[in-house]
């Protein structure tokens, strides 16, 4: 009986130091801030590149339009490529129209934004 006391009176010394340690590892201070690229890091702002293209078409059922761009030094050589643009942008595009924007690249795809005629 007394071997049986004595590992009884251990069980709650041996677990409390465990039970806090992991309660402060598990709860982060506030002087600590998330790591780049660590769950609770705030996603970085996708890369913005100015554009100046011409339409070649538009895929309404897409939402995209189909653009003839100048290169873009650093990010790309000079190509046409579908692009994806907002509702607003997709009904007062039109086919030929030469436009300026900002190209950025999303998590589904590449979209032009901030949509305007070339002058």
Known sequence: MNTTCSLLALVPFVYTPLATSTAQAAAPSSAQSPAAGSPGAAPAAPARHPLK??????????????????????????????????????KTAKKDQAVTGMLVRKPDG????????AS
């Open 110 to 117: 590449w979209w032009l934004e901030e949509v305007k005629p």
């Open 53 to 90: 293209g011409v339409i070649v078409d538009i895929r309404a059922d897409r939402g995209a339009l189909l653009v003839k761009h100048e290169a873009i030094p650093g990010v790309m050589h000079a190509m046409t490529m579908l692009l994806k643009v907002d509702e607003a942008t997709l």
